[in-house]
């Protein structure tokens, strides 16, 4: 298995693409602290991963509170002796208003809340997770950014700007850390079938899908795949990437 005797922290694994990158983990090994802000669903997620047969613990995390980031790794160290990999995949697309709108119309609300999730969230989670992986003597971060770290759509500046910006921290954290055996990289999904967007009416479903060039969603399996083997050795050569899981959306 790629993972076996590695401890894995992931951050928003309570559902969607963090627990497809949680249970990915597992399968390959890893023992797993799921975290999340909904206690119910995170513990689902322990649940799914003690059916198929691998080792999870929950614990409570507000990325945007850097000190439960902190308190997640000490349990990670407590509870299974090390940290060796984290995914930071926490993220929201919208403020506390609910709604898209330019950047002049923009609530500041909005703006604090999409940054101190989105951007602020990463570096609070890489700033307590580095340690204990130099700690650990080498280890593996892997950030979930976006197409949006690449580009922008219309209604979205916050989110683009945050998603940039986790972008930017993987590169400079990369080459922080490179000489003490820790890497980061950066994965950027296109808009994958979580229940977000099966919130969503068809028509809007419709526009998603034909922002692809496959003319579909993302699976979130389709991200953990790549999550978990950049988490692995097999990838012990690649540092400070982005890799986009995107169905062509930047092809085109």
Not at 156 to 182: C, E, F, M, N, P
Not at 218 to 240: K, M, N, R, Y
């Amino acid at each position: 298995m790629l993972l076996d005797g590695k401890t894995a922290l992931v951050t928003g694994a309570g559902s969607g693409i963090g627990r497809a990158i949680a249970l990915a983990y597992a399968r390959e090994g890893a023992q797993i602290i799921v975290t999340d802000i909904d206690e119910t669903e995170g513990n689902t997620t322990v649940a799914q991963i003690a059916e198929i047969g691998g080792k999870a613990i929950y614990q409570h995390l507000d990325v945007s509170q850097p000190e439960q980031h902190f308190a997640a790794v000490d349990v990670a160290k407590r509870t299974f002796g090390a940290l060796h990999l984290a995914c930071n995949n926490a993220g929201i697309s919208r403020g506390p208003s609910g709604t898209y709108r330019p950047l002049g119309e923009l609530e500041l609300r909005d703006w604090e809340r999409i940054i101190d999730v989105n951007l602020s969230g990463v570096f609070y989670g890489m700033r307590s997770q580095i340690p204990a992986l130099i700690e650990a003597r080498s280890g593996a971060i892997v950030n979930i950014a976006s197409v949006m770290s690449q580009v922008a759509r219309p209604g979205i500046g916050a989110y683009v700007a945050s998603k940039h910006g986790v972008l930017g921290l993987t590169r400079a954290g990369a080459l922080d850390y490179a000489s003490q055996h820790v890497r980061i990289n950066a994965v950027g999904p296109g808009y994958v079938d979580t229940p977000i967007l099966r919130a969503r009416t068809e028509e809007e479903r419709a526009v998603f899908r034909g922002l692809h060039a496959l003319g579909r969603l993302g699976q979130p399996e389709e991200i953990a795949d790549l999550v978990t083997w950049l988490s692995s050795e097999q990838a012990s050569f690649i540092t400070g990437a982005y890799f986009p899981v995107d169905g062509g959306y930047l092809a085109q």
